[in-house]
C-alpha cells in the first residue's frame, strides 16, 4: 500500500494543485452570444483572472444569475457618475469617446455609482444585456476580469 500511495503521490498533488489555480487564480470562460461583438464573437473561449484590480473597458464576466454569466466591459468606476444620452456616454459630466460600441447606444438616466459597483456595457450595443437593463454592477457579482484568448487559435493573446 505504502508503494502504491508513493506511486500515486505526484499526481495526487498535481490534480489539487490545477483545483486551487482553477478555483482562485484563473478559471476558461467561453462567450456565449453576440453582445460583445465585434471585439470577441460566439464560442471564444478566454482566460478569467479571479484576482487583481478592474480597471476602466476591462472586460469581466459577472454572474446574471445561478446558472448564467455574461461578459461585459466596464466603464463605470466606483463612486463615478455616469449618464448616456443621445447614444453619448458621459462620466463625471464628460463625454468619453466610444471606441468599443456598435450599434446605437440607448440612454440611461444620470446615475452616482456606490463605492462597490461598476457600470458596464457590452459592446453590440443594440441587443446587450447590460447596466442599461441589470443597473450598476456590485463588486461581489464580477468573478474577473478576461486576460487571454485562448480560441480560436488564430486569435490567440492577450486581451
Do not use: C, W
Not at 508513493?6 to 467561453?30: A, W
Amino acid at each position: 500500500m505504502k508503494k502504491v500511495f508513493k506511486e500515486i503521490y505526484p499526481y495526487l498533488i498535481i490534480i489539487i494543485v490545477v483545483l486551487l489555480i482553477r478555483s482562485f487564480l484563473i478559471t476558461p470562460v467561453r462567450v456565449d452570444g453576440d453582445s460583445m461583438n465585434t471585439y470577441l464573437n460566439d464560442g471564444e473561449i478566454l482566460l478569467l483572472s479571479k484576482v487583481g484590480k478592474i480597471e476602466r473597458y476591462d472586460i469581466v464576466v459577472l454572474h446574471e444569475d445561478e446558472d448564467d454569466n455574461i461578459i461585459k466591459r466596464v466603464y463605470g468606476m466606483p463612486g463615478e457618475t455616469i449618464e448616456i444620452d443621445h447614444g453619448k456616454i458621459y462620466i463625471e459630466g464628460k463625454a468619453i469617446k466610444d471606441k468599443y460600441g456598435i450599434g446605437e447606444t440607448s440612454d440611461y438616466a444620470k446615475i452616482k455609482l456606490k463605492d462597490n459597483e461598476y457600470f458596464v456595457l457590452g459592446d453590440n450595443r443594440e441587443i446587450s444585456k447590460d447596466s442599461r437593463n441589470l443597473g450598476p454592477i456590485a463588486k461581489q457579482n464580477i468573478k474577473g476580469t478576461t486576460i487571454f484568448r485562448i480560441f480560436p487559435f488564430k486569435k490567440f493573446g492577450k486581451i
